[in-house]
């Protein structure tokens, strides 16, 4: 896969404070997906984005695909203590999947 | 009850031995992959295959090998010549190798060799 460059690496906030983290390619992308990894657990698929624009949400979670396909977001709108962990993006191309470095999320009560 | 298993969760190994971890799926899915991940990094790719008796080197294959004899199984050897070994392995699956599929991901082998 192409790389993916996520920004930031670490973000601290607030319980209730809102969060987002993003990805960057120099080259266009045929999809993304984003993934959370629990402290001490295993990477869990979250959503798929596949088309120019795409946004999609699951409850306080709003995915964004950019127009040119080459950035995505991941916005979480009033952060709770079970969001904390690792959010990587990733991209799959000709089978090989190639993760970015992650956005490790701490929430504070 | 269907999934991917990884064993064992913990695993200790002298320095200079070859140590193989198991990974195993009954997802039927197509292609299985095997990451390395560091305290505090990413995941990095080691090797992937995406069809029974055929895989592809990733981003940090020196120093492992994998074979692809089953569908459900897709073993990885740390060798000796590995210069850092100890880390945390993840082994993941998903139906097709193409791209546009969720993967799945093992509990994970977390290997220190001392």
């Known amino acids: 896969g192409q790389q993916v460059m996520q920004i930031p690496q670490y973000q601290h906030v607030q319980e209730g404070e809102d969060f987002t983290t993003y990805c960057n390619s120099s080259t266009t992308l045929s999809n993304i997906q984003w993934y959370k990894q629990r402290p001490g657990g295993h990477p869990v698929f979250l959503i798929q984005l596949v088309k120019s624009g795409e946004v999609k949400k699951q409850k306080r979670l709003t995915f964004q695909f950019g127009e040119a396909k080459k950035n995505s977001s991941l916005h979480i709108t009033a952060t709770q203590t079970t969001d904390v962990g690792t959010y990587f993006c990733?991209?799959?191309?000709?089978?090989?999947?190639?993760f970015g470095d992650g956005t490790t999320l701490t929430v504070k009560p | 009850d269907g999934g991917i298993t990884q064993s064992p969760k913990y695993l200790f190994r002298k320095e200079g031995q070859n140590v193989t971890l198991s990974c195993e799926q009954n997802?039927?899915?197509?292609?299985m992959y095997w990451y390395r991940q560091d305290p505090g990094q990413g995941l990095r790719l080691i090797y992937y295959s995406q069809i029974v008796n055929d895989f592809q080197k990733g981003d940090i294959a020196e120093g492992y090998s994998v074979s692809r004899e089953k569908k459900e199984s897709f073993p990885l050897t740390v060798t000796s010549a590995q210069k850092n070994p100890t880390a945390f392995y993840l082994c993941?699956?998903?139906?097709?190798?193409?791209?546009?599929?969720?993967?799945?991901f093992g509990q994970g082998t977390r290997l220190t060799v001392v």
């Open positions: 993941a699956s998903s139906r097709r190798g193409g791209g546009n599929t969720e993967a799945f």
């Open positions: 990733i991209n799959t191309n000709a089978g090989k999947s190639t």
């Open positions: 997802l039927n899915h197509d292609a």
